[in-house]
C-alpha cells in the first residue's frame, strides 16, 4: 500500500547524518500511498551493527500520526482563538495564581482600569500593588473558596494614581498546568 517516504533534502542529510553519530534517530516525514494521497509518520529508526561494530544495516518503524497532528491543528486553532479573545476584547480579564494570588496574565483593558502596564502587574499581587485592600481580598478569597465563583459583584479597586474605580467583577477558579488559579473579569 505505501510507496514511499518523502523528506526534504536538509531532513534526510539531518537524519543520515543522526544515525551515524548517534546509531539512532527519531523525526517525522510524509508518507505517500500508492493512491497518491500523503499522510504524517513518525519514524524511528537505529543503526545494525556487527560484533566488531561494523554498520550492517539499520530498522526503522514509522507510525502514522495524522490524528496526532490534527489534534495539533485543533488546539493551535483554539489558542489562536482564546488568545484573540483574552487579549483584545474590552472587559478587564486577569489571571492569577490562587494559592497566592500572584498575578500570571492580564490583558491591556486590565491595566487600563488600574494604570500599570501589564509588566508592571506580572508577578505582584493585588495587595502589592494597592490595588485592593487586606479586607476584600479576604472577602473575595473566601468567598471563592466557598463556592468556586464570584458573579457580578460591585467591587472597587484604586489605580496607579490613587483613584478608586468601581467594576462589576466576577471571578471563577480555573486549572491552568496542573494549578489552580483564578479568572478574574472587571467591567469598569
Known amino acids: 500500500e505505501l510507496l ?25 516525514a510524509t508518507q505517500l ?27 526503522s518503524v514509522n ?3 495524522t490524528e496526532r497532528k490534527q489534534s495539533e491543528r485543533e488546539l493551535h486553532r483554539a489558542e489562536e482563538r482564546f ?11 486577569a489571571i492569577t495564581r490562587a494559592s497566592d494570588g500572584v498575578y500570571l496574565e492580564i490583558n491591556d483593558a486590565f491595566s487600563n482600569i488600574v494604570g500599570f502596564t501589564h509588566d508592571e502587574i506580572i508577578g505582584q499581587t493585588s495587595l502589592l500593588l494597592n490595588i485592593t ?29 490613587g483613584e478608586f474605580r468601581t467594576v462589576l467583577g466576577s471571578m471563577e477558579l480555573i486549572e491552568l498546568n496542573q494549578e489552580v488559579c483564578v479568572l478574574s473579569t472587571a467591567v469598569d
Request: hydrophobic share 25%; aromatic share 8%.
Open 83 to 93: 488568545h484573540k479573545a483574552f487579549y483584545s476584547g474590552p472587559v478587564g480579564l
Open 33 to 59: 500511498r500508492k493512491d497518491g494521497t500523503r499522510f504524517p509518520v513518525e519514524i524511528g529508526s537505529i543503526v545494525l551493527r556487527d560484533d566488531q561494530g561494523q554498520i550492517t544495516g539499520y530498522a
Open 4 to 28: 514511499k517516504t518523502e523528506f526534504p533534502v536538509i531532513e534526510k542529510e539531518n537524519m543520515l547524518r543522526t544515525l551515524r553519530e548517534q546509531g539512532v534517530y527519531r523525526g517525522e
Open 63 to 65: 507510525r502514522d500520526i
Open 133 to 161: 485592600t487586606l479586607e476584600q481580598r479576604e472577602k473575595y478569597t473566601s468567598q471563592i473558596s466557598r463556592d468556586g465563583f464570584i458573579h457580578n459583584q460591585e467591587m472597587t479597586l484604586k489605580n496607579r494614581s
